[in-house]
């Protein structure tokens, strides 16, 4: 059994996972705390990824990876001819695709707590930067801890998306789910068993750490 499908997927998921609170957070914080009335128009589209399949997601995103679509002038720029059937693709496929259970688990953290913080921390004469950073990302902690689990399990675990824009290149985009379906397609069961226990038993203890942790951090935010 070859190792680089779990090493390409570990790579894929924390990067993914970086990116999605990177970008995320500032999203889940607009989307918490804005009056626009649009917002919640912005928040569907983030929450697409639930209710779509993922081969229209993969396709759409294939549309603008290839040579024809945005993806293929961006791939331009180094002398590349697309985007598609490439770690990069993979990168942004899996950041749209597992945007919502980052994005979700944080807003709904910063929409918990209310204003009463916030306005205290005001009254202090506390910047909004400092009130953001003391304040309210450490009492959306739980948010940030469900999000981050929560957006790398999902993207250990991601099928038709990367399928669809990655295909099957080893030691490219070869991810760990597309190497256990190339296993039962072969008829190598033995391998794909190996692969899909591993898995199990992986989302197994992602859950059950997740769940011992939001415990332990609700008992020592009383």
Not at 40 to 61: D, I, K, Q
Not at 63 to 79: D, I, Q, T
Request: hydrophobic share 55%.
């Amino acid at each position: 059994m070859s190792w680089q499908p779990i090493i390409l997927t570990l790579e894929l998921a924390a990067l993914t996972t970086v990116i999605l609170l990177i970008v995320g957070t500032p999203l889940a914080w607009w989307l918490a705390r804005s009056g626009a009335w649009w917002k919640e128009a912005v928040a569907t589209v983030v929450a697409l990824p639930l209710v779509l399949p993922p081969t229209v997601l993969g396709f759409y995103l294939l549309m603008l990876l290839g040579p024809n679509g945005p993806g293929g002038w961006l791939a331009s720029l180094w002398g590349a001819r697309s985007m598609a059937f490439t770690f990069e693709g993979l990168v942004i496929g899996s950041v749209l695709y597992s945007m919502p259970f980052v994005v979700q688990p944080i807003r709904n953290a910063f929409e918990a707590f209310g204003d009463r913080p916030l306005e205290a921390a005001a009254t202090l004469r506390a910047s909004p930067l400092d009130t953001f950073f003391t304040v309210a990302v450490p009492l959306a902690r739980r948010g940030f801890l469900t999000g981050a689990v929560l957006g790398f399990a999902h993207t250990m675990g991601e099928f038709g998306v990367v399928l669809m824009i990655g295909g099957n290149i080893p030691g490219q985009t070869k991810v760990l789910s597309v190497a256990i379906y190339d296993y039962v397609e072969t008829l190598q069961w033995g391998e794909a068993h190996l692969l899909a226990g591993g898995m199990l038993v992986f989302s197994f203890t992602v859950i059950l750490t997740m769940m011992m942790l939001e415990k332990r951090i609700g008992r020592g935010g009383r």
